[in-house]
């Protein structure tokens, strides 16, 4: 089975990446494909046709994944613009006219040394994805609020990621 991860920060110390890697370790009986920000062009719908390469194995991979996760940081209360390109990019028809994200099954994750812990970025999502008929696991989700930069939230939260990873689980395989 094949759980895709759009992490939507590239920075290299993102809590948000070390949040998505903690939770893999509970699917570690699946095959984990993980795309960054600097995996996707800015879209551009002169870019649609014909499809890179590049898009073409992000496409692939997502259509073979059984779930997709989210790990979204929240910038200014609100998605950010890089997490709002992967999606512009996975909305649009391939080149036979089919479109990825409708009947996926997804689930949204967010960390932030702030206070609101990426819910408000997370209510975006969820309506993003629900108008785009995503399938949405949306009383499933980790938001962690005043994360450490020590990653010592991870200890915190383990039994909080393992819950979040067994439900998922179950909301994928329905």
């Not at 570690?28 to 600097?38: G, L, Q, R, S």
């Not at 080149?95 to 996926?104: M, N, P, R, V, W």
């Not at 932030?112 to 309506?127: P, S």
Request: no cysteine; proline share 3%.
């Amino acid at each position: 089975m094949k759980l895709v991860f759009l992490i939507g920060s590239q920075r290299e110390g993102s809590l948000n990446k070390l949040l998505a890697k903690e939770i893999e370790k509970e699917f570690d009986d699946y095959d984990i494909v993980e795309y960054y920000p600097n995996d996707f062009k800015m879209f551009n719908g002169d870019l649609e046709k014909p499809e890179e390469d590049w898009i073409k194995e992000i496409r692939e991979n997502i259509r073979e994944a059984e779930g997709i996760i989210i790990a979204s940081p929240e910038y200014n209360y609100s998605i950010p613009g890089t997490v709002k390109n992967m999606i512009d990019w996975l909305s649009r028809p391939n080149e036979e006219g089919k479109y990825l994200i409708g009947g996926k099954n997804f689930a949204i994750v967010g960390v932030t040394m702030g206070l609101d812990g990426t819910r408000l970025a997370q209510k975006e999502l969820i309506a993003i994805l629900h108008q785009l008929r995503a399938n949405i696991d949306a009383s499933n989700f980790i938001a962690v609020p005043f994360a450490d930069v020590e990653g010592k939230f991870i200890q915190e939260n383990k039994e909080r990621i393992k819950n979040f990873a067994d439900k998922f689980k179950k909301f994928i395989a329905k």
